[in-house]
């Protein structure tokens, strides 16, 4: 095996190492909710949507299977850290420790909630690469604004159909769940918009530095 072409660049590690830190974030700040005018929304808002640009840059710039190998590391990582989260919220704190209540809030996750949270990533950021990549052949490399919105609208959208339903079904009233859902992928579409500039700015720098601009042309696009 060719071990050039297995290699990463420091760029490329950066930018796996920035789209962890956001899932892990995100799940942290999912604990707190807020109003924003009639929107419901968390505040895993402020963070999320950077993962779905991250995704947009190395899909652009490396291709969907160098995306692949940064999501199911976000996965793995995610996983690790929901795991031994929930395993020290389950060891008894000292006696003199009285910040059981607030621990057990932010990192006392649900099975049913974890559960929901993986599938949703999984197949949102999976379908956002795939997208990106599709997109991107068809078009012969232009439109990359195009792109990256669609490909955050549906990775967003399926994100919201998966996670809403499996984490609050039968526990928020069917109109509160659809106006959370529909407020997640507004607001995180509008996101994606506002730091359009940014995201193109950053792919132009990447493509220059690193000298690559990847057209997955023949490609399986496998889920592993």
Known sequence: MNRQKESVSVTFMLLGVTFCVCLILANLLATKQFLLGPLNLTTGVLVFPISYVVNDCITEVWGYHRAKLVIWTGFAMNFAFVTLAYLADLIPGAPYWDNEAGFHALFGLAPRVALASFAAFLVGSLLNAYVMSRMKLCH???????????????????????????????IVPTDNLLLMMASQVVVKTLYEIMVLPVTIGAVRW???????????????????
């Open 140 to 170: 012969k490399g232009e439109h990359f604004s195009l792109r990256a919105i669609a490909s955050t609208v549906a990775g967003e959208v399926a994100d919201s159909l998966i996670f809403f339903p499996i984490a609050l079904g039968g």
């Open 206 to 224: 990447l493509k220059r530095t690193e000298g690559l601009d990847v057209y997955d042309e023949g490609i399986t696009y496998s889920l592993l």
